[in-house]
């Protein structure tokens, strides 16, 4: 018999109780809620969520201070103590019938990780399933997301390197620059405060971050814990500069591309409300290419220059041109299809300068 103590809260839904439980014995008497022939709702747990919660309880300062919600339907061996504060009984050889209302994926993700750790816990006694599923959408329906780009700005405060850290560190610098492409072309937070920002702080350092590391958590775990994280990744072509704190050079080289492009095709940068070349698609599509490319690129030891990223842009105009091409969404959608679609292109145009040995 274990037992935990409880403060009781009474709100107008009606009351419940907090309070604080291990892990390893919350996941002996609590289950995600399911939907069977007799109603409830159902929440599949995501094995992907559930990995990256396990990979960050790696964190030395991992922290989960929003509490776990559960239902149980019976309060019988909940005693009053004084004033709201109660004792609750499990018996951990008993099947108490607990359901997660909130919270499966932050518990199962602890457990996979094999860790003990102590966590807020929200108690409802006797709940109808109709109260149940309320509970449930109010919760879920009344979160908000946080945006991304306030995410990424608050890893300004980080005294600890990151990929995180250095692409927001870029954003800014690509945003402050007056000889930057994209000078005054950010949203850094979360209002725009000129037409001419057409990319998010967020949208930029999401596709950045995919040139320095396939798993940006993980990186920033280990280089708080003094480990030492791998260098070889092939499908992050900018990793060794980051890893060598080269931020400069990751700079420079996009710098060097965005701004060919910026040349190149002049009206579509200066017209972001008829093409898509600043706009996530642009961007994307772009930064795409660059993944793919610059492999091949380091390897002939090839020219990174503006002059040399010019003329992969001039050979992705002229097929534009030929084919009567256009760089708006009717041509290149708004996703991951109009990005892709994009990079084709502008691979195809490096390919051939590559055969002729033009570049």
């Not at 008993?94 to 108690?123: F, M």
Request: aromatic fraction near 12%.
């Amino acid at each position: 018999m274990k037992k935990i103590y409880l403060i009781k809260i009474s709100q107008p839904i009606g009351t419940f109780y907090c309070g604080k439980i291990f892990s390893d014995d919350l996941k002996i008497i609590a289950s995600p809620q399911k939907r069977d022939n007799t109603g409830g709702i159902q929440r599949r747990l995501r094995a992907e969520r559930i990995k990256d919660i396990s990979q960050y309880c790696e964190d030395p300062d991992a922290t989960f201070p929003t509490p776990i919600i559960i239902a149980i339907d019976e309060s019988n061996n909940l005693k009053k103590l004084e004033n709201d504060i109660f004792e609750y009984d499990l018996d951990m050889n008993e099947k108490i019938h607990a359901e997660i209302l909130d919270g499966q994926h932050r518990l199962y993700g602890i457990i996979d990780s094999k860790k003990n750790i102590e966590l807020p816990i929200v108690i409802m006694f006797n709940l109808t399933e109709e109260e149940k599923a309320y509970i449930f959408s109010t919760i879920n329906s009344n979160q908000q997301k946080v945006d991304k780009s306030l995410i990424y700005d608050l890893f300004e405060l980080s005294r600890t390197r990151s990929p995180y850290k250095t692409c927001h560190e870029l954003a800014r610098l690509f945003n402050s620059n007056n000889s930057s492409p994209f000078y005054g072309r950010l949203k850094m937070l979360e209002t725009r405060e000129s037409e001419n920002e057409t990319l998010s702080q967020g949208t930029f350092v999401r596709y950045v971050l995919n040139l320095v590391t396939d798993n940006p958590q993980k990186d920033y775990i280990d280089l708080k814990s003094g480990k030492r994280i791998k260098y070889e990744n092939a499908s992050c072509p900018l990793r060794y500069y980051f890893l060598n704190n080269q931020d400069e050079v990751i700079y420079l080289i996009l710098s060097n591309c965005f701004s060919a492009a910026k040349n190149v095709f002049r009206e579509e940068w200066d017209n972001p409300k008829r093409y898509i070349l600043t706009k996530t698609t642009g961007f994307g599509g772009i930064v795409k290419f660059l993944k793919s490319a610059l492999p091949m690129i380091f390897k002939g030891s090839k020219d990174l220059t503006i002059a040399a990223f010019e003329k992969i842009f001039k050979n992705v105009k002229n097929d534009f041109s030929i084919q009567h091409i256009v760089l708006t969404s009717s041509f290149f959608p708004p996703g991951e299809m109009g990005e892709k679609k994009l990079a084709e292109y502008i691979n195809n145009a490096f390919i051939k300068l590559l055969e002729h040995n033009e570049i």
